[in-house]
């Protein structure tokens, strides 16, 4: 029972910061209906890890899918919050025959591990506009970890045998934030593009002591689409 409790109290602590910022979200939602355009949005993503511990990662492709609503608040500033699903991670391969025989031979890599972090993520972005069809877009972006989920493939099957092993890890909300920046352009009255780096600035490895550090990082090419 006691324990029962205390799990649900975690639950709730762990998700605060993100029933706080969907109210935010909400309540910008409904402030100012009038001069607000609401729109969906798609595309690519293209994110790793930097920092301490990343030696050997590499960028992986992947996608996001979200929601979002442009504020007018004057003729050259706009307010847009969001909430985004989005895949992240990284890859890296491993040289089985090197581990084993514990030395730096140089072999064919054996295994690819493709490291999928999946977040929901609320991008906060004010937007200053430069002309009618070009924005600057800048804000900081809050997200919380759904799950992770690591596939590993074997690289020397190749009769078509192979399954890839699949793991899937509860994220329990874990909280990231950083800064998110780019361009808007408009393309006519519904479309537009909106290329956008994101630079993690909460350390990933705050929990495991020591002064290893490293982030999140990721690139994302957005076609955006308005319904007014």
Do not use: C, W
């Amino acid at each position: 029972m006691i324990y029962s409790i205390f799990k649900e109290y975690r639950i709730i602590r762990t998700r605060r910061p993100l029933f706080i910022l969907l109210f935010f979200l909400f309540t910008a939602l409904h402030s100012n209906a009038q001069e607000s355009r609401f729109g969906i949005k798609a595309g690519p993503n293209y994110s790793s890890i930097v920092g301490d511990l990343t030696e050997g990662l590499k960028f992986r492709f992947s996608g996001h899918l979200g929601v979002l609503v442009e504020i007018g608040l004057s003729y050259k500033l706009k307010f847009q919050p969001e909430l985004v699903y989005s895949s992240q991670g990284f890859q890296f391969s491993t040289d089985l025959a090197s581990i084993q025989a514990d030395s730096p031979v140089v072999g064919e890599n054996d295994f690819r591990n493709n490291v999928q972090l999946n977040y929901l993520t609320v991008p906060l972005i004010m937007k200053f506009a430069l002309n009618e069809n070009l924005d600057i877009e800048v804000g900081p972006q809050f997200g919380f970890l759904l799950n992770q989920v690591s596939i590993i493939k074997n690289l020397d099957e190749i009769d078509g045998t192979d399954l890839a092993r699949r793991t899937t890890i509860s994220g329990d909300f874990q909280l990231d934030y950083g800064a998110a920046f780019g361009l808007g352009l408009r393309l006519n009255d519904h479309f537009s593009l909106a290329p956008r780096a994101y630079i993690g600035l909460r350390n990933r490895l705050n929990g495991l002591g020591g002064f290893a550090q490293n982030y999140n990082v990721a690139l994302q090419l957005s076609v955006n689409y308005s319904f007014r």
